[in-house]
């Protein structure tokens, strides 16, 4: 195989974990493709609902308060990705994690884990880190629906999400595979007046929507952001929630990837920077 494998099959099987901060809905999904592999969930917010599934599931569970750790240990509340303070965080955390796995972790999944990890973390496990983006990652940054407005402002005809391997960049590692292609024609009635006013007024960015919209008094900022989330809810359930297991168990479980630097190998053929594409692949066992 050219590259060097994420994980390599053996007597052993594959055990990660899951990095959650909400409702651990992306965590639910990779469970549920299979819950007998070993795992741990880790988190920030002790509380969250994804902490309470893990434990309902008697799955081990390590949590550190980033309120808490930040404020006591440090005195501050906003903290720099990269910085000492973050990476102090980050290695307290995975140490908790490699003592509950007794060993380090095959594969990291961030799963709606809502703090940017360090330098320090992205360098140690790359590339055994993997994140979801509710979008192309490499074309449209941001959390939450921004990727989906700005793709609609620059007049994609199409959405998709993206599973990565996470480095040292905002969201913009090494893409392992892309979801299938949701048509945004799905939206035409609810996006005709947006997608008006971004010819009307030669709109580049969503910045300058959000400016012009309130210039002119329109609402259409309120009504872009409202259909962009719409779709985000459709491109987790359609995109997300299939990539990602299919991503852990399907793909790196089996051996299937390698790297090469940012090069990402799958069944020994190269992949083209916006990685397995399922458009064209789909769910294949196999894409030689």
């Not at 921004?146 to 391997?165: M, Y």
């Amino acid at each position: 195989m050219k590259g060097k494998p994420v994980f390599i099959p053996s007597d052993r099987p594959l055990r990660y974990a899951c990095g959650v901060s909400g409702s651990g809905t992306n965590y639910d999904k990779i469970y549920e493709a299979d819950p007998k592999k070993p795992h741990i969930v880790f988190s920030n917010a002790p509380d969250c609902a994804g902490v309470k599934k893990a434990m309902e599931r008697n799955v081990p569970v390590v949590t550190l308060d980033s309120n808490i750790y930040f404020k006591k240990m440090w005195g501050i509340e906003k903290v720099p990705r990269y910085s000492v303070e973050r990476n102090s965080y980050d290695m307290a955390v995975m140490t908790l994690v490699e003592q509950g796995l007794k060993g380090e972790p095959d594969l990291i999944c961030l799963a709606g884990y809502d703090l940017w990890i360090g330098d320090w973390m992205a360098k140690r496990y790359f590339p055994r880190i993997l994140n979801v983006h509710p979008g192309d990652s490499r074309k449209y940054t941001g959390l939450g629906w921004r990727p989906t407005a700005k793709a609609i402002i620059a007049g994609e005809k199409s959405v998709k999400s993206t599973v990565f391997f996470v480095d040292e960049s905002d969201d913009g590692g090494p893409v392992l595979i892309q979801s299938r292609s949701i048509p945004l024609s799905r939206w035409d009635e609810k996006l005709y007046d947006v997608k008006k006013f971004i010819e009307k007024m030669e709109i580049k960015n969503l910045t300058d929507f959000r400016e012009k919209a309130k210039q002119e008094g329109n609402n259409l900022d309120i009504a872009l952001e409202a259909v962009s989330k719409e779709i985000q809810d459709v491109l987790k359930e359609e995109g997300d929630w299939m990539i990602y297991p299919f991503a852990v168990h399907n793909l790196i479980t089996k051996g299937r990837v390698a790297l090469d630097g940012r090069k990402v190998y799958i069944d020994g053929v190269e992949m083209p920077d916006e990685g397995w594409q399922v458009d064209t692949y789909g769910y294949a066992d196999s894409i030689k």
